[in-house]
């Protein structure tokens, strides 16, 4: 999807959502340039959004966060729901287990949106084995590496450099000079740019 469709995306839901790694984090961010609805009467007033207008737009932030579709969304939450504990947080667990958001977590790609090419197109191992399936679900000790034979592609050139300075979350470990990360814990302290709890009230009807 070209980069003005995704961050037309951001200003519809009115939320930064980081599809496109550092451009998001600089002046050129559309979020930034222009904090209103995409169209002609984006600056106008919002009409008041109803509960479930609410309820249907966090579940579209999240969606397009971790770039589902509708039906991997519906199954994230058929699948937290037979969890125990907080449905809430089981839903955080699956969304941030998912193997492509780990490479982006890890710092070993820029945004969810590389992470996952880099998975699809098999640059990525786990416990020595190469997986190509993005919505792969990482495990407690599990240990991601990028293929040794890809880290000498353009793609690659920077990282070694990159993830020296990059601080990964507590639920993950990464070690800058082999170019590894290893799970260390379920995820846990994860700041959402949404409301999880109106995800939940809308698939629970």
């Not at 993005?134 to 050139?157: A, C």
């Not at 990464?174 to 302290?189: F, N, Q, R, T, Y």
Request: with cysteine; hydrophobic share 40%; aromatic share 6%.
């Amino acid at each position: 999807m070209h980069i003005q469709a995704k961050e037309k995306k951001e200003r519809a839901l009115g939320v930064k959502l980081f599809l496109k790694a550092d451009r998001c984090n600089s002046p050129k961010c559309a979020m930034v340039r222009r904090p209103y609805r995409p169209g002609m009467h984006g600056k106008s007033r919002r009409r008041a959004i109803s509960e479930y207008g609410q309820q249907l737009m966090e579940k579209q932030r999240i969606r397009i966060t971790y770039g589902l579709k509708e039906s991997q969304m519906a199954n994230v939450f058929k699948n937290a729901s037979k969890k125990k504990g907080s449905l809430s947080e089981a839903i955080i667990g699956l969304l941030e287990r998912r193997l492509d958001n780990t490479v982006f977590r890890l710092g070993l790609a820029p945004s969810r949106i590389m992470a996952r090419q880099f998975v699809s197109h098999g640059h990525i191992l786990v416990n020595g084995r190469k997986v190509t399936v993005p919505s792969f679900l990482v495990k407690i000790g599990d240990v991601i590496t990028v293929k040794p034979t890809s880290l000498n592609s353009l793609i690659f050139k920077e990282l070694s450099n990159t993830i020296k300075k990059y601080q990964a979350p507590e639920w993950l470990i990464i070690d800058a000079e082999k170019i590894e990360g290893k799970v260390k814990s379920l995820p846990v302290s994860i700041e959402m740019p949404f409301d999880i709890n109106l995800v939940v009230d809308f698939y629970s009807k």
